[in-house]
């Protein structure tokens, strides 16, 4: 006799219980879930040892869809998308779990995003995996490293009607999900549509050099300051662009951002030396706030918060250097955090986990604020020349320094887990789940000791910049795993042999 299909019969018997029983009840399948709703893994797990009926119950696709869904994990699917939801929430977790592990030995592959045309490296900028560069020769390029496509575009730029010569500098480059945009330092800008090619959709140009730019995360919005103006440049449900606000403030930009998933009319901060504006069309120059003698040294803005990091003179003992942290609702100050000898030069407010701020100082150490307190929860010892960029998630935080050290430190032991080195200052991290993007931009664009523009493109490498792309997690060979002069082979004929002195500059160290 054949033996019967169990998966057959478990999904006929699934299909025939109409009670499921409770003790000393039979209790409607709808009402039973509805129970089984309110319980975690290891209690469905548990439960399902009871009886058949309550296996059944407690593996149904409802109640692990749901879980999936609780612990962020496939957000943007439906429940027909998968037969087995309790599987892939398995798969989830320990993808993440090896992904973690990979993050904290450095388990991966590292790529140099190089394009040597460009001369010397100006400006960077990220958004999902997807880099943009501006470089002396005026040139825009693009990477998209979430397919390890490097061969990158070009951004093209309509010429003016005076753009005989060559093209100016690039000063600022901001990319968002749909839109890139650079500004020059003549005054030009331009933006591109990232779905319609490299021809930009839009171009504008301001008087005198751009001091600031910034792009909205959503949307096709362009803020940008120049002199004593701020501009605000949008586009409406037709793509045509317009100027929807154009602001006259009393002091010069040094930082600029458009607030995130505002509704209706943009809203930009503003911070010009000691005073940061709130700029909106209905309001136009209010003062967000305003201290003489306290100069602004770092912004960053959340859909509801502003903070900044403020610098006390000499003069002033009763202020030491501080964070500062407003709601834009009520234009209140919410937290003052922080009491620092050094100045605050870098602080992540809108991709740093709810409740949490991370800020880098010129006194070396990294420091991570709980918002509902004021003291802060831990401080690294993280850089010799002061902080220049950081990040953090819910374990783990990425720092970058002035003398190009990039640290990776996992947030709960307060340790470091691993280190890279450049030869310039970080200027901009990025990273999520699985990949890692860094930039060492030089502060000389101007390289003395030497012609940058000689044929011999390698010979002023070292002053150029680099970007670097990290991925943790794809399963690469050990040989796979380290920098790309480790990587040649004897299949390269030509190319750079950075200079050591190697009897085969090909071969693999």
């Known amino acids: ?29 709808e009402l039973a879930l509805k129970i089984f709703q309110y319980l975690g893994k290891t209690e469905l797990g548990r439960c399902a040892q009871v009886s058949r009926t309550w296996k059944i119950l407690a593996e149904d696709e409802v109640l692990w869809y749901r879980l999936c869904q609780q ?53 960077v900028h990220s958004c999902d995996g997807v880099v943009i560069a501006g470089y002396t020769s005026g040139e825009v390029r693009l990477w998209d490293t979430r397919t390890w496509d490097y061969t990158a575009p070009i951004l093209e730029a309509v010429p003016g009607p005076g753009d005989a010569g060559p093209r100016p500098r690039v000063s600022w480059v901001r990319i968002s999900s749909s839109l890139a945009v650079a500004a020059h330092e003549d005054g030009t800008i331009s933006v591109w549509s990232l779905m319609l090619g490299r021809e930009p959709i839009h171009r504008y140009q301001h008087n005198q050099r751009i001091q600031a730019l910034a792009l909205g995360s959503a949307g096709a919005t362009v803020a940008t300051a120049s002199g004593f103006e701020v501009n605000v440049e949008s586009a409406d449900d037709r793509g045509f662009w317009q100027t929807t606000g154009t602001f006259q403030i009393q002091k010069l930009v040094n930082f600029l951002s458009l607030v995130p998933d505002v509704t209706g009319s943009p809203v930009t901060i503003a911070a010009a030396e000691d005073i940061v504006y709130l700029l909106k069309a209905e309001i136009p120059g209010k ?45 209140q100050c919410l937290k003052k955090m922080g009491n620092s000898i050094g100045d605050f030069t870098c602080v992540n407010l809108q991709n740093s986990p709810p409740n949490m701020l991370v800020s880098g100082n010129k006194d070396r150490r990294v420091r991570v604020f709980d918002l509902r307190r004021s003291e802060s929860l831990c401080s690294l010892y993280a850089h ?9 998630d819910d374990w783990k935080i990425v720092s970058g320094g002035e003398e190009g050290l990039v640290c990776v430190w996992d947030q709960r032991m307060g340790t470091k887990l691993w280190e890279m080195h450049a030869r310039h200052p970080v200027r901009h991290i990025w990273f999520n789940s699985h990949s890692l993007i860094t930039a060492n931009i030089p502060d000389e664009k101007s390289p003395r000791g030497g012609s940058i523009t000689d044929d011999d493109l390698t010979a002023h490498r070292k002053h150029r910049g680099i970007i670097y792309a990290y991925e943790f997690s794809v399963d690469q060979l050990a040989v796979e795993s380290v920098i790309p002069i480790c990587r040649s082979s004897y299949d390269e004929v030509t190319g750079y042999n950075y200079n050591v002195g190697l009897a085969v500059p090909y071969d693999n160290i």
């Open 287 to 331: 003062v967000l706030h305003s201290v003489y003698g306290q100069p602004v040294t770092c912004l960053d803005v959340s859909a509801r918060e502003a903070a900044f990091g403020v610098k006390n003179f000499g003069w002033l003992l009763n202020e030491p250097n501080q964070v500062l942290l407003y709601d834009l609702e009520t234009s």
């Open 384 to 392: 010799q020349l002061g902080v220049s960029a950081v990040q953090m």
């Open 71 to 123: 612990e962020g994990y496939l957000l943007d699917t439906s429940i027909s998308d998968h037969s087995c939801w309790k599987l892939v929430l398995r798969n989830c977790r320990d993808r993440e779990r090896a992904l973690k592990t990979n993050w904290k030995n450095r388990i991966g592959a590292v790529s140099q995003l190089q394009y040597e045309m460009g001369k010397v490296l100006c400006d």
């Open 1 to 29: 006799l054949e033996k019967p299909n169990k998966r057959f019969s478990l999904f006929s018997f699934q299909n025939e219980i109409n009670e499921v029983p409770f003790f000393d009840i039979q209790l409607p399948y």
